[in-house]
Nanobody, 113 residues
Framework: QVQLVESGGGLAQPGGSLRLSCAASGSIPSGYVMRWYRQAPGKQREWIAFITSSGTTDYADSVKGRFTISRDSTKNTVYLQLTSLKPEDTAVYYC???????WGQGTQVTVSS
């Protein structure tokens, strides 16, 4: 059974950066997609980025040009580099794969001065 564990969240100032990690405890077969979502207080969970096993990526308009998703298959880890952070990026960030629709527990990102 695959488990996903996010880390790297915390407090950042507006304009700052963070790097989130999502480590899979087991191997995810090739062909499956890794995604990042986020959920702000009082709002629905929203998709923000995905990466395929071949390295294709896409982003929500709200983060395009500021966030970068990447993966290290040797470490079974997916990353989300957050830059030019804004207060509206404050949310719990979740990692997901469509392999058995597995979710992580989330990591809190707070952007505030």
């Amino acid at each position: 059974q695959v488990q996903l564990v996010e880390s790297g969240g915390g407090l950042a100032q507006p304009g700052g950066s963070l790097r989130l990690s999502c480590a899979a405890s087991g191997s995810i077969p090739s062909g499956y997609v890794m995604r990042w979502y986020r959920q702000a207080p009082g709002k629905q969970r929203e998709w923000i980025a995905f990466i395929t096993s071949s390295g294709t990526t896409d982003y929500a308009d709200s983060v395009k040009g500021r966030f970068t998703i990447s993966r290290d298959s040797t470490k079974n880890t997916v990353y989300l580099q957050l830059t030019s952070l804004k207060p509206e990026d404050t949310a719990v960030y979740y990692c997901n794969t469509n392999y058995r629709n597995t979710w992580g527990q989330g990591t809190q990102v707070t952007v505030s001065s």
